[in-house]
């Protein structure tokens, strides 16, 4: 089969010559031979595993959740260029959008979905890794279910030999209830012939708290959204994003935080370093709905650009509907300054030298987030060899 | 609650709302709607050379091909077959006040026009409906060498090689579909050259007003700022608000030469049944400098970011601008940057009211291509939320193609804080003026970069929206 999709649409459409309104996902003659089912590594009390769950049953899961979402509309409009229709007919937003949601249902990927029970701390992370091999072509799909007032930490990892062919897509959806915590790690090492993306969906219930963790470290062309629903009040969102392109690899990524509660709280934070001919293109969106009073939100994107070959776009939008909110963003995109090379020079560290120090210094102030040593030890080690 | 939002100000819009009534024994008006007969026609009463002609014939083509971005703001009330083209007064353009016809002449000066070119201007440029109605530049700054016409007069006197050089090729009718109806149905405007080195040390200003319900103004504005030489030109506009639609399609093209200097102003204040569809664009060259210095508060419905390409080393821009959306606009305005040039720089700073439903997006681009070596950008925005029905939305887009530059972008959106109005109630203003001073305050960066006599008209404008007006 041809995959040929649009994903990534941006909330707000803009200047169609920025190429940025959404992105292109086209693989030819693809045999999608498997699905992704998640071998959990370190079974815990208090979690439980669905592996046959369809569509129908996730629409469910979250239908009283949507239910809320309708209650809270208004007839504020959106804003100019509103994407958001593309997507409505999705169970649950996702930075990619509908599409994918299209491809998991035309190649029936059956649906994981990892409980973790009412009132339920679960004390290790649950560990999903996964091995492409060489030829292999195949789509996961999970949805991480947190009840009320429990909390779950969830890693999955992508790892392949560097010359492995292949294509990996995933999409993770979140549900958590009033109360609970989701943390989601994802560590992306793939083989640079592959393509990969990875596409995360969320809602947030009434003091509820989304944190996500995101590696990029691999694959050829990575596509990647994230999408979260600040539903209830008091909501929270964090996101830690760290990249690292090279050669001709790209990266597409649309992160939206939907605030739509009173006083939920949003905080993006994207690093990443562009090297060779790599492109990177970054959509990030602060959406402070009607009736989100009280709402902050911050996105921040540090991009450091050692290639002048390399293409960075950025599209940091903030959307507001609400009075009584505080959302900012900023952007530092450049080269390592002449001050911090100066400094690495006058302690015998050469340019080459002090430039992969700054490298590794980028991607270890994200990956220090992980609460599993042998996942940084991995990630230092894959940053070494490409290096 | 909604009273908080007002100040109690002695501002009187009905200035801006006077209408004229346009009879056809002094004004001829085209039939409505964008025809290959119509554009022909306009062609024959201006009295167009034949490239012109040719040119107007092939942006309609162009029109009628193109579509209509996805992006921005509703058009869909926009009936291009209820538009007329082309309105003027069967009077002639003057070079002095007192022969401009007695109820144009009238409009101007309570618009204050008259008296700002006595006090303050090099040289004026009135336009109404589709004409220019008068021009005039002060017989030193002519001397200077200074050209300030129209642009009908330059199209076929002795600047007519430079118009035929220069004339939308900044913005060619390819660029979107309302640059293609400019091409096709353009009408007055004012062409500016300034010689090398002449610095023109007082502004000249261009005043278009649209006086006739249901029709557009297209017109022309090019402005050449040779080598070395440095001009402030204020452009200002207003309308009496109709039940009818009108369109705004102008378009302004720019070309700073090597170490020049222009600061283009513009204080737009069209009335709040106008779509605002107007393309600015200026070229910059080496080691010269643009400035854009931009307030808009009128119109329904707004499509406006001039842009700025900086094509010569050491070439830099600042573009600082408000706008004020308040009940029933759709205000979709920014700027636009592309870095050519080596060591080029470029500033941006915004800021966004909304009020009463008003819809604000800040939208921007700033494009460094893998040539800009040294490149430095900086944008920032900030919007303002005046309640809880309204909208601002701010959509930036960066495209970067070279590790050698510095960019930093940021932006802020948030309400009028109560501690500041606490502060400020407790030195003995009441609510509704210590929001309008904060709101003024905000607004405070874009009017200090202006003629005093605008900052005043500017900070009016303000108070009156504040108030509702």
């Not at chain 1, 902050?296 to 776009?313: F, H, I, P, W, Y």
């Not at chain 2, 024959?44 to 971005?69: A, G, T, V």
């Not at chain 2, 058009?75 to 003027?88: G, H, K, P, Q």
């Not at chain 2, 009016?460 to 007006?469: A, D, P, Q, V, Y």
């Amino acid at each position: 089969m041809d995959i040929n999709m649009k994903v990534n649409h941006l909330p707000a459409l803009t200047y169609r010559f920025l190429k940025s309104n959404d992105s292109e996902i086209e693989i030819k003659d693809i045999k999608i031979k498997d699905t992704f089912s998640p071998e959990m590594q370190n079974g815990q009390d208090g979690v439980s595993v669905n592996k046959e769950a369809s569509e129908e049953d996730v629409r469910k899961l979250f239908d009283a959740v949507n239910a809320k979402a309708e209650s809270k509309k208004t007839d504020v409009p959106g804003p100019n260029g509103d994407t958001a229709p593309l997507n409505d007919a999705q169970s649950v937003r996702t930075g990619m959008g509908a599409q994918i949601d299209n491809l998991m249902q035309e190649m029936k990927v059956p649906v994981t979905v990892i409980t973790a029970d009412e009132g339920c701390k679960v004390s290790e992370p649950v560990m999903i890794r996964f091995d492409l091999k060489d030829g292999d072509c195949v789509l996961g799909n999970q949805v991480i279910h947190a009840k009320k007032d429990s909390e779950i930490t969830v890693i999955m990892e992508y790892d392949s030999e560097p010359e492995t062919n292949g294509f990996l897509g995933i999409q993770t959806r979140l549900l958590a209830e009033e109360g609970a915590k989701i943390n989601l790690i994802k560590v992306q090492m793939l083989g640079e012939k592959i393509a990969h993306f990875d596409d995360i969906g969320g809602v947030c219930d009434d003091k509820a708290d989304i944190e996500t963790i995101n590696m990029q470290l691999g694959a050829g062309n990575t596509w990647g959204g994230c999408r979260v629903a600040l539903l209830g009040d008091k909501s929270v969102f964090n996101n830690h994003t760290g990249y690292l392109c090279r050669h001709k690899q790209s990266y597409d990524m649309n992160y939206v935080a939907d605030q739509m509660g009173k006083k939920t709280e949003s905080n993006m934070v994207f690093r990443g370093v562009l090297l060779d001919e790599a492109v990177k293109t970054f959509r990030g969106t602060l959406d402070f709905k009607p009736g989100s009073a009280g709402s902050v939100g911050d996105e921040q994107e540090d991009t450091l650009l050692l290639s002048s070959d390399a293409v960075n776009r950025t599209i940091p939008v903030i959307l507001c509907g609400e009075e009584d909110v505080d959302g900012r963003h900023g952007a530092s995109i450049g080269q390592l300054g002449d001050d911090t090379l100066f400094y690495m020079e006058s302690r015998g560290i050469d340019e080459e030298a002090a430039k992969k120090l700054m490298i590794r210094a980028r991607m270890e102030s994200i990956a220090r987030m992980i609460p599993d040593e042998a996942i940084i030890i991995r990630i230092q080690q894959f940053i070494r060899t490409i290096l | 609650m909604a009273d908080n939002n007002k100040a109690v100000v002695d501002i009187d819009r009905s200035v801006y709302d006077i209408k004229d009534v346009e009879n056809e024994q002094d004004f001829y008006r085209m039939e409505d709607g964008f025809t290959e007969d119509i554009v022909r026609k306009i062609s024959e009463e201006k009295h167009d050379p034949e490239w012109m002609r040719e040119f107007r014939l092939k942006s309609l083509e162009l029109y009628n091909k193109l579509e209509m971005p996805d992006w921005g703001p509703d058009t869909d009330d926009l009936d291009m077959n209820l538009i007329s083209s082309y309105v003027r007064s069967k009077s002639d353009m003057k070079g002095k006040w007192e022969d401009v016809p007695e109820d144009i002449k009238n409009t101007f000066e309570r618009l204050g026009i008259p008296e700002a070119e006595r006090e303050s201007l090099a040289g004026v440029g009135a336009q109404y409906d589709s004409e220019l109605v008068y021009h005039n530049v002060k017989d030193e700054v002519a001397e200077q060498g200074v050209v300030y016409t129209d642009m009908e007069s330059a199209l076929t006197g002795e600047y007519a090689d430079m118009v035929h050089e220069y004339f939308m090729k900044l913005v060619p009718p390819t660029d979107h579909k309302y640059a293609a109806l400019h091409g096709a149905v353009w009408s007055g405007g004012s062409f500016v050259y300034v010689p090398k080195g002449v610095k023109v040390d007082i502004p000249l200003q261009s005043y278009f007003r649209l006086n006739a319900a249901g029709a557009g103004q297209f017109e022309h504005t090019l402005i050449i700022v040779d080598e070395g030489a440095d001009l402030h030109f204020i452009e200002g506009c207003s309308a009496p608000k109709y039940n009818v639609a009108n369109l705004h399609a102008g378009c302004v093209e720019l070309f700073v030469k090597k170490n020049a200097r222009l600061r283009y102003s513009t204080i737009e204040n069209w009335s709040k049944n106008m779509y605002n569809l107007n393309t600015k664009r200026a070229l910059v060259e080496e080691g010269a400098r643009m400035e854009w210095v931009s307030g808009s508060f009128g119109s329904h419905t707004s499509y406006l970011y001039p842009m700025t390409i900086l094509k010569g080393d050491h070439s830099t821009m600042e573009y600082t601008g408000i706008t004020f959306a308040g009940k029933g606009q759709n205000l979709d305005t920014g700027a636009k940057v592309v870095h050519q040039g080596k060591y080029t720089s470029s500033l941006i700073s915004t800021k966004s009211i909304s009020k009463s439903g008003g819809i604000g997006t800040y939208r921007s681009s700033v494009i460094i291509n893998k040539e800009a070596k040294h490149a430095k950008t900086s944008v920032s925005c900030d919007s303002l939320m005046l309640d809880s029905i309204s909208r601002a939305d701010t959509i930036p887009g960066m495209d970067i193609r070279t590790d050698d530059a510095d960019v930093g972008h940021e932006a802020k959106i948030g309400r009028i804080s109560d501690e500041a109005v606490f502060y400020l109630m407790s030195r003995g203003l009441s609510e509704t003026d210590a929001r309008a001073m904060i709101v003024s305050g905000f607004a405070n960066p874009v009017s200090k970069e202006l003629p005093l006599e605008y900052a005043v008209e500017m900070n009016n404008l303000i108070k009156l929206e504040m108030s509702g007006g």
